[in-house]
């Protein structure tokens, strides 16, 4: 197993801004793509924003511009930048991330983080 541990999350009025971080531990031979999803309420979970191993990013339109996630590959982390948040950002935000946990270079293993909770005031 590896747990991905997430921090970051709380209140903020609209306007304001926060940043989320995911951190992996465990057996790790390498990490391929990382991601943010979030799950409004009432709302399916979906995706924020990914970041490839090499670094390349996409955006989900209602947080391009706003949102900026990165990672540090030497800490197994990513991180979630949300700036200029509003109300519709509010909900339980989880990083996921592919581990290749076997060392066989070619086998990655979904992995989830037990969320973290955004709440936006308007």
């Known amino acids: 197993q590896v747990p991905l541990v997430e921090s970051g999350g709380g209140l903020v009025q609209a306007g304001g801004s926060l940043r989320l971080s995911c951190a992996a531990s465990?057996?790790?031979?390498?990490?391929?793509?990382m991601a943010w999803y979030r799950q409004g309420p009432g709302k399916q979970r979906e995706l924020v924003a990914t970041?490839?191993?090499?670094?390349?990013?996409n955006y989900a339109n209602p947080v391009k511009g706003r949102f900026t996630i990165s990672r540090d590959n030497a800490k197994n982390t990513v991180y979630l930048q949300m700036n200029s948040l509003k109300p519709e950002d509010t909900g339980v935000y989880y990083c996921?991330?592919?581990?290749?946990?076997?060392?066989?270079?070619?086998?990655?293993?979904?992995?989830w983080g037990q969320g973290t909770q955004v709440t936006v005031s308007s």
């Open positions: 465990g057996r790790i031979f390498s990490i391929n793509d």
């Open positions: 996921n991330a592919e581990i290749d946990i076997y060392g066989s270079r070619i086998y990655y293993v979904n992995y």
């Open positions: 970041i490839s191993s090499g670094g390349s990013t």
